[in-house]
């Protein structure tokens, strides 16, 4: 009853129901905080019986509701609509046009994984939610996602999917040492050694630095690992809609970033990785934008497009995202150094006719590369230290929180130069985008697109 | 450089307002960006684009003279209570000397607050090109910011107790990049008006060709 791809089963409409296990899986969170809670009541012993059966009504209810949450929903294909109902009291029904759908995703948190299950997360253009099938099993999943994605490309259903062309793999090994060597991972090995030299030199006096050393330690410890984690066995490859990114220890991940979505690139160059001469490239996806009044914190917005890699491979991604950037980085005025001493030797910015790139950084060199055609604004901020040495900085800013490329200290008559004409060049670089088929599809703009919405008078 | 209009009359209904008036009458607002247009621009290029620092002034436009007036007032209430506060603690020392030195400071810190104030209405400035708007502001800070009108997501117009009490609004254009917002306080109520219809519209046209 659960197979999309078999037992159709003519009766029920076209509906399917999601896998019976899904229950399991939504809710393998609060069932192991149930259990564990049960498990010490238990074993303290001191609470009654009345307080075990409270502990487990509980239970029971959570499952029970569960249960029925996944009774009362099931979706459909419905020609070229995705139809999802959920819902006991208050039913709830989606439309989604499949040709709205930028890019399907398959997640596999951990307990899905031991189940044999996967969601599919379908992100919809300008409507920055998701629409979750959680969960199916996962030849389902497969199946349905190149189904339902062929739907989306206007191809026949059972055409065969796009073929791809791997283009990076990461050894998981080695991302582990490129965490180990980033700026947190180096901490965290000091911290260690400081404590061990503590101990060797004045054994007295570990006892009361241990603890602060472990809560340093955990705290630095932990995004290292769930970096290593997320990232492990990464592999990129090329396809006919997007790059394919997969990933994952635990919760195994197979995303698409699609084509013309990309917002920025961002190229990072830790102190030590330098050495062995390795890089991480980043982009920023257009995630949330502009569905809300205010921007809300889109989920993951920032993606790995190589964790770590020789330059070699990083400029070969680099030309697939932005295709013919030419850009020459020119490094900030000399007078920066007053301004900015401890970063003043990363300082750099230049643009071309289509991309705008600056770099910054004190021990780590952080790129910033931003395509024209997606800038918001560009932004001219001259502060008091920066004015008494003829300085200025430029934003130019990218959709989301805190995104732009910013052109730290240039030179102030340069700067007043870019801000004449980089807006020209933007709108140059924003109608060649649009005049592109491909690009029109995926810059369709949100429908609210600048109406006064609201006039508080 | 035009300076929106006379400060205020003599606010002589204010007892922080004598140490005020002084610092804002030299309304010599120092020249704000060295006036040199960037010699290396290739001005040939686009000569329609006016001096983005906006010196050419006249197609500029400022907010209300009353911003200034609201500023003062803000300045001015919040100083009547920090002058009783002071004025209290002192007396309870029971020392004239603590008394006067303590509505002296005030005066003075009230006075040295409004005229940054007044110079940083001053600084405020927008102006609506054919395919952006440009926003300029700021005193110690500089900004400028340059929106194209495509990029609009939408245009707020809102105003909290103090501007509706001088008749005055805030318009706020905000864009997919949350530092890219842009506002434009004290407005005439019309002048508010005007400036959203105009921008909606102007967004409707260009981002329908985007």
């Known amino acids: 009853m659960s197979r999309p791809g078999a037992d159709l089963g003519s009766g029920n409409g076209g509906w399917h129901r999601l896998h019976p296990l899904s229950p399991v899986v939504r809710f393998s969170r609060a069932l192991v905080g149930l259990v564990v809670v049960l498990g010490v009541n238990t074993a303290q012993a001191r609470s009654g019986a009345g307080a075990r059966i409270g502990d487990i009504a509980v239970a029971v209810v959570a499952l029970v509701g569960a249960v029925v949450s996944w009774l009362v ?16 009291v208050r039913r709830g029904s989606r439309q989604v046009p499949l040709a709205r759908v930028q890019a399907i995703d398959l997640i596999q948190p951990a307990a899905a994984r031991l189940l044999g299950l996967a969601e599919l997360r379908l992100r919809v253009a300008g409507s920055g939610s998701h629409v979750r099938l959680a969960y199916l099993s996962q030849p389902d999943a497969e199946e349905t996602r190149s189904r339902l994605l062929a739907l989306a490309q206007g191809a026949r ?35 260690v050694a400081g404590t061990a030299a503590v101990a060797v030199l004045l054994p007295g006096a570990v006892a009361p630095i241990a603890g602060s050393a472990a809560v340093v330690l955990i705290a630095l410890v932990s995004p290292a690992v769930r970096r290593v984690t997320s990232e492990a066995d990464f592999r990129l490859a090329d396809a006919a809609d997007g790059l394919r990114v997969r990933c994952g220890l635990l919760e195994t991940v197979a995303e698409t970033i699609p084509r013309g979505r990309v917002q920025a690139v961002r190229q990072v160059e830790p102190l030590l990785w330098r050495a062995l001469g390795w890089q991480r490239l980043e982009v920023v ?33 680099l030309e697939r995202v932005l295709p013919g950037a030419r850009a020459v980085p ?16 990363f300082l750099a910015g230049g643009h071309d006719d289509a991309y705008g790139l600056a770099s910054s950084g004190r021990l780590r060199r952080s790129t910033a590369w931003v395509p024209l055609a997606k800038v918001q604004s560009v932004r ?45 060049l933007c709108r140059r670089a924003r109608a060649a985008e649009a005049s592109q088929p491909q690009a029109q599809v995926l ?7 600048a109406p006064p919405l609201r006039a508080t008078r | 450089m035009p300076v929106p209009g006379p400060p205020t009359a003599p606010p002589a209904d204010r007892p922080t307002a004598p140490a005020a008036d ?12 060295p006036a040199a247009d960037p010699p290396t621009a290739p001005a040939a290029d686009r000569p329609t684009v006016p001096a983005a620092d906006g010196r050419d002034g006249e197609e500029w436009r400022r907010p209300s003279p009353r911003l200034g ?88 117009v809102d105003a909290g107790l103090v501007e509706r009490a001088f008749r005055l609004a805030t318009a706020r254009l905000h864009t997919a990049a949350a530092a890219g917002d842009v506002r434009v306080p004290g407005l005439e109520a019309s002048e508010a008006a005007r400036l959203r219809d105009r921008l909606a519209a102007l967004g409707e046209a260009k981002g329908a060709g985007l």
């Open chain 1, 443 to 449: 810059q369709r703009r949100p429908q609210p697109a």
């Open chain 1, 285 to 317: 996806v257009a995630g949330s934008v502009g569905h809300r009044r205010r921007e809300e914190p889109a989920r993951r917005v920032v993606r790995a497009l190589m964790p770590v890699g020789p330059p070699a491979a990083a400029a070969v991604l």
């Open chain 1, 73 to 88: 929903t099931r979706w459909r294909v419905d020609g070229v609509t995705l139809r999802t109902e959920t819902g006991l």
């Open chain 1, 330 to 345: 020119r490094p900030a005025p000399r007078r920066a150094q007053w301004k900015a001493p401890l970063s003043y030797h």
């Open chain 2, 69 to 156: 007036r609201m500023r003062r007032a803000e300045v001015g209430l919040v100083g009547l209570v920090a002058l009783a506060l002071a004025a209290g603690l002192a007396g309870a020392f029971g020392s004239p000397v603590a008394v006067g030195a303590s509505v002296a400071g005030v005066v003075v810190a009230a006075g040295l607050a409004d005229n940054l104030l007044q110079r940083r209405v001053r600084s405020w400035g927008y102006l609506e090109r054919a395919d952006d708007l440009l926003v300029r502001r700021g005193v110690m800070v500089r900004r400028l910011s340059v929106v194209p009108y495509g990029r609009m997501q939408f245009v707020d």
């Open chain 2, 22 to 33: 002084p610092p804002t009458a030299p309304a010599a607002d120092p020249p704000t960006v």
């Open chain 1, 157 to 191: 259903p059972d055409a065969a999917p796009p073929p791809e062309t791997p283009l990076v793999s990461v050894p998981t090994s080695r991302l582990a040492v490129s965490v180990l060597l980033s700026g947190s991972g180096f901490l965290a090995l000091s911290v």
């Open chain 1, 380 to 424: 001219l901020v001259q502060g008091p230290w920066q004015r008494w040495l003829g300085l200025a900085s430029i934003h130019l800013d990218v959709p989301g929180r805190r995104q732009r490329a910013t052109l730290r200290d240039r030179d102030a008559n340069e700067a007043r130069h870019l801000v004449t004409t980089l807006p020209e």
